[in-house]
């Protein structure tokens, strides 16, 4: 018998090299769904005015949806290898002008992941230091702060991301674990009723805790960092990340979600958080340090990520080229400039100043945060759905197109439960009227071309990492 064939020690290094890129990449983009989990479980608690017994439930759903928008984007990622999003969907769908709705629910969706994530990041430290509550807001402001300084300095490697999402990882499923054979104790406030019948008490909760979805979005843009990897490598790591972060959230999410209910935490007091009080239960101490102090940094990480990701698109709007490559920004030019370590300093002032506002109307309370952050997010989704669903009626894509159009109807019926609730409709407006002003300057500025793209151009950085979906050399493909 012939001896098994053994791949070549290049090829070997090639293969173990795209499996480190892959895990660096996945890894670093999941931070901000993965970090979700630190006050969306608590929100639909609360939705559901501390009802245990339909937490889980309620969380189920939410996963659930979830997976059918991830579903969606994995086709979108499959017709746009090279980044965009929902973005260059809308654009290629709708005209170039459809393409600044997504962009202005995505500017809208990085200021509040900013707010919440320093916002939670303060609750998680007092949490574990209930002696500096007083100190909430300031805490809260300084993370911002701190977290926009250190941005200035260059973006954060993958590595460093990546390594707090799989230390966040960690720690949860270790909290998890010891959750299986902890002893019930009682704590928070619990109840027996959510105020309606069970199947209309879940339905108006489980669109409060979609800010789980939050960041599951960002591998369809993200992708054009990966300007080492062709077409197809594009599309294999951005499908495998949007569904790497389906399981991991989705599981961490519903075992929080159970052990909450078996151990019976419920609605926290003003001064520490769900998952805190289920860590410092189901745990001995230096567990429940690890998890609190993991918890803080992964929560920093995803407003990290999105103070490079928010800036880079006010950077990529300034500095946007017509048909023949002459460079008519649509935004001053003052917000196209950058460092030496390539950081677009005005629009880190720019998100810095407009976070602050957000954490203090807040007060610094995540959960005051919560129901605006749904919002934008599902605005953006919607957006990207039906321009896959113009895009599978087209090709004449029959299951696609009721795909489509199931993720559609799902997103609208989140957005319209959580606009009835009234105050959420300051996202809707602000996300609209960033699109409107974004559009009048596009055409005054003699509508340049590209635009579809500023999202894909946004993650590729000063370099270029990756040419955008819209190039002249790009190949577009449909399909799932």
């Known amino acids: 018998m012939s001896a098994p064939t053994v791949p070549s020690p290049p090829r070997r290094r090639l293969l173990h090299g795209r499996t480190a890129l892959l895990v660096a990449f996945a890894f670093a983009v999941m931070a901000d769904p993965v970090s979700s989990v630190a006050y969306a479980v608590e929100a639909a608690l609360r939705a559901l005015d501390g009802d245990l017994a339909l937490l889980l439930p309620t969380m189920a759903l939410v996963v659930a949806i979830i997976a059918v928008v991830i579903v969606n984007y994995h086709q979108l990622v499959g017709r746009y290898p090279r980044g965009g999003g929902a973005s260059a969907a809308a654009g290629e769908a709708f005209g170039d002008g459809w393409a600044f709705v997504p962009i202005g629910a995505l500017i809208v969706d990085f200021v509040l992941t900013i707010a919440i994530s320093a916002s939670a990041g303060a609750s998680a430290v007092i949490a574990y230091l209930p002696s500096l509550a007083a100190w909430r807001l300031p805490i809260a402001?300084?993370?911002?702060?701190?977290?926009?300084?250190?941005?200035?300095?260059?973006?954060?490697?993958?590595?460093?991301?990546?390594?707090?999402?799989?230390?966040?990882?960690?720690?949860?499923?270790?909290?998890?674990?010891?959750g299986l054979t902890a002893q019930p104790r009682a704590s928070g406030t619990v109840t027996a009723a959510a105020g309606h019948a069970p199947a209309l008490a879940v339905a108006l909760a489980f669109?409060?805790?979609?800010?789980?979805?939050?960041?599951?979005?960002?591998?369809?843009?993200?992708?054009?960092?990966?300007?080492?990897?062709?077409?197809?490598?594009?599309?294999?790591?951005?499908?495998?990340?949007?569904?790497?972060?389906?399981?991991?959230?989705?599981?961490?999410?519903?075992?929080?979600?159970?052990?909450?209910?078996?151990?019976?935490?419920?609605?926290?007091?003003?001064?520490?958080?769900?998952?805190?009080?289920?860590?410092?239960?189901?745990?001995?101490?230096?567990?429940?340090?690890?998890?609190?102090?993991?918890?803080?940094l992964l929560l920093l990480s995803a407003a990290s990520s999105s103070f490079q990701a928010g800036p880079g698109l006010l950077k990529a709007l300034a500095r946007s080229t017509d048909d023949t490559g002459a460079v008519r920004g649509m935004l001053p030019s003052s917000l196209g400039r950058t460092n030496e370590h390539h950081t677009p300093y005005w629009g880190v002032a720019v998100f810095l100043v407009i976070a602050v506002a957000a954490v203090v109307a807040a007060?610094?309370?995540?959960?005051?945060?919560?129901?605006?952050?749904?919002?934008?997010?599902?605005?953006?989704?919607?957006?990207?759905?039906l321009a896959m669903a113009v895009f599978s009626h087209r090709d004449g894509e029959r299951r696609f197109l009721a795909l489509n159009l199931l993720g559609a109807l799902v997103v609208t019926f989140t957005l319209v439960v959580n606009l009835s609730r009234g105050l959420p409709v300051v996202s809707l407006v602000a996300a609209l009227l960033i699109a409107g002003v974004l559009?009048?300057?596009?055409?005054?500025?003699?509508?340049?071309?590209?635009?579809?793209?500023?999202?894909?151009?946004?993650?590729?950085?000063?370099?270029g990492a990756a040419a955008p979906a819209g190039a002249p050399d790009g190949t577009i493909v449909k399909g799932a």
Do not use: K
Not at 142 to 161: D, I, N, P, S, Y
Not at 259 to 286: F, K, W
């Open 141 to 178: 402001i300084g993370l911002v702060v701190l977290v926009g300084a250190g941005t200035w300095f260059g973006h954060l490697g993958r590595l460093v991301f990546a390594a707090m999402t799989l230390a966040f990882i960690a720690v949860a499923v270790t909290v998890l674990a010891f």
């Open 207 to 296: 669109p409060v805790a979609m800010a789980l979805a939050t960041g599951v979005e960002a591998p369809s843009s993200a992708i054009a960092q990966l300007g080492q990897l062709d077409d197809d490598g594009r599309r294999s790591f951005g499908r495998w990340t949007l569904w790497l972060t389906m399981g991991i959230v989705g599981t961490i999410t519903l075992g929080l979600a159970w052990e909450a209910t078996r151990l019976e935490v419920g609605i926290p007091t003003a001064d520490t958080t769900q998952i805190a009080e289920l860590a410092r239960t189901a745990a001995p101490g230096p567990v429940f340090f690890g998890f609190q102090l993991m918890t803080a």
């Open 363 to 385: 007060d610094g309370r995540d959960q005051e945060l919560v129901l605006f952050y749904a919002v934008s997010v599902f605005l953006s989704f919607l957006a990207g759905l």
């Open 439 to 463: 559009h009048r300057s596009w055409v005054r500025s003699g509508r340049p071309g590209g635009i579809r793209d500023a999202a894909a151009e946004s993650e590729g950085g000063e370099t």
